[in-house]
């Protein structure tokens, strides 16, 4: 017996469609000819994909930051900020010798 396989990705704008309109999933499976597991799975795919891509545009830059920046901006950011540091410590070793 041949399996019988449905792309539920080709009705993928109907289903949405007919979820924003407020009908259960029972309603569009029987609307579209499914069952209620096929666009059950369905939904829960597109979720996923969905937070997925939410995840993605919204994710954090993870582990060390870089020690070189890729940019020239970022370059003068990270060349004036090593400047400042060297500065302060410079003034503080003067402060404690008594120099200053």
């Not at 259960?24 to 996923?48: F, H, M, P, S």
Request: charged share 45%; proline share 2%; aromatic share 6%.
């Amino acid at each position: 017996m041949a399996r019988k396989y449905t792309h539920v990705k080709v009705m993928e704008e109907e289903i949405l469609a007919m979820r924003e309109a407020g009908k259960t999933r029972q309603e569009i499976a029987e609307e579209i000819g499914l069952t209620k597991k096929q666009v059950k799975d369905w939904v829960t795919r597109y979720n996923r994909r969905q937070a997925a891509k939410d995840e993605l545009k919204l994710s954090k830059a993870r582990g060390r930051p870089r020690k070189y920046p890729r940019t020239a901006e970022e370059a003068k950011e990270y060349e004036l900020k090593r400047l400042r540091m060297e500065n302060e410590l410079l003034r503080d070793f003067l402060h404690l010798a008594g120099r200053r």
